[in-house]
Structures are given as C-alpha cells and as structure tokens.
C-alpha cells in the first residue's frame, strides 16, 4: 500500500507539478509578449479614444483594454486530465502514455470594456479560447472562430514566441469583430422602476457579449 502513494506521489503528483510549472511558464511569455505587441500597435494608434492597455491582476490573471473590448487571460492553478470520451484518447500520442492526456489551462474570456470600467456586474462575458499545455510541452488551442482551428494538432504542437503571437493577434481580431447584439425584445420591454433609475449610474439592464459558448465535442455554435 505505502509502495503505491509513493509511486502515485513520484510520477502522478510529480507530473502534475511539471505541467503547472510549464504552464507558468508559457502564462508569462503570453505577457511578455501580449506586452510587446501593444507597444508595437501603440505606435499607429493616434486616437486617444481608442483604448489600448495592459492591466495585471495579481499572478494568474492580466488584461487587455483593446477598443470597446476587454480581454482577460487567466491561468487556472489546477491540472485537468480529459475527459474519457474526448477522441484524443484514441490516437496513438495519448494511448502510448496516459500522462499525455493532463493538462494545464490558459482562459481567455471576452468582456466589454465599459463592463470593468463602470463596474457592471450583471453584464455577460464570453469565453474565446483555452489553451491546452502538458508535461511533454505539446499544446492545443480550443475556441471561437479561428481560434477553434489554428492550433489542434495536440502531438506536433509546442509553443513558441512566433505562435503565441499569433494565438494574441487572432483574439484580439475576434474580440473587435466579436459585436454586441441587441437583446431581443420580449426580453427587455418589462423593467422595474429601479433599474431604469440604475442605468444613469451602473447600467443593471445585463448587457454583454453573448454566452453559451461551446468547444471542442460539444456542438459549436
């Protein structure tokens, strides 16, 4: 019994320990880089209206203030293994080693900028992407758009500055091409006297970018 926890705590917990160690590593140069490229946008943005600036919110978590959009990136700080009917399972990567199936996570949800800056907390955000990291230091990327078919190739995939580039750039075009959408009718026609008196201070009506998002075996929408 005890030869098993220590075999379970020297590979299992160990190998978990390796993937959230990576995927700190690959969180870091998403910043570094996300860095980088507003200071290169930055150099043909003369309209002071647009918004274009980085915010950091403690180690797991940064923000993109890109036009009418917000873009928070965020490290989840737990390791997932797939889920056992995921098709990955079966190709020959994930059955010569188990451990290949466990993966750090990177969030990348869509926000309105005004949702941050006015404090509107019943307003709706979207998540855009995951990024998927393992201890072989191969990657997936799952998402909206194109960023639901850049990068899916789980065994011949490593990150590397060039492609989290790419990754940033991809979100950033999906965010401001990403519109917000009237709320139906029916939906709104029927309100209280409180938020209408709301809405000149924080604006309770939700608004927000659409929910509901779905990846990978679910049906996208």
Same mark, same amino acid.
């Given at each position: ?74 490290? @989840?700080?737990?390791? !997932?293994? +797939?889920?056992?009917?995921?098709? $990955? ?7 010569? =080693? /188990? ?35 393992? @201890?072989?230091?191969? !990657?997936? +990327?799952?998402?909206?758009?194109? $960023? ?7 065994? =011949? /995939? ?9 990754i940033i750039q991809t979100t950033i075009i999906h965010a401001i091409d990403f519109d917000l959408i009237t709320p139906p009718y029916e939906m709104t026609k029927n309100v209280s006297l409180g938020q209408v008196q709301a809405i000149s201070s924080d604006l309770q009506l939700s608004t927000g970018k659409s929910l509901g998002f779905k990846f990978s075996s679910e049906d996208q929408?």
């Open positions: 019994m005890r030869a098993g926890i220590i075999d379970l705590l020297i590979n299992k917990a160990a190998m978990k320990q390796d993937i959230a160690d990576y995927s700190g590593e690959v969180f870091s140069s998403f910043k570094r880089i996300l860095k980088d490229e507003i200071a290169e946008i930055e150099k043909s943005i003369n309209d002071k209206r647009i918004r274009l600036r980085f915010e950091e919110s403690g180690k797991h978590v940064f923000r993109l203030f890109v036009g009418s959009d917000v873009l928070i990136f965020q490290l @989840h700080t737990n390791v !997932f293994r +797939l889920i056992d009917s995921d098709p $990955l399972w079966q190709t020959e990567y994930l059955k010569s =080693n /188990g451990a290949n199936g466990f993966f750090g996570m990177i969030n990348i949800y869509n926000f309105l900028a005004e949702s941050y800056e006015q404090n509107r907390y019943n307003d709706a955000g979207c998540l855009i992407g995951r990024v998927f990291m393992n @201890h072989d230091h191969h !990657f997936m +990327l799952e998402g909206k758009g194109q $960023l639901g078919t850049l990068f899916k190739d789980l065994e =011949n /995939g490593y990150v590397s500055d060039g492609i989290i580039r790419q929408k």
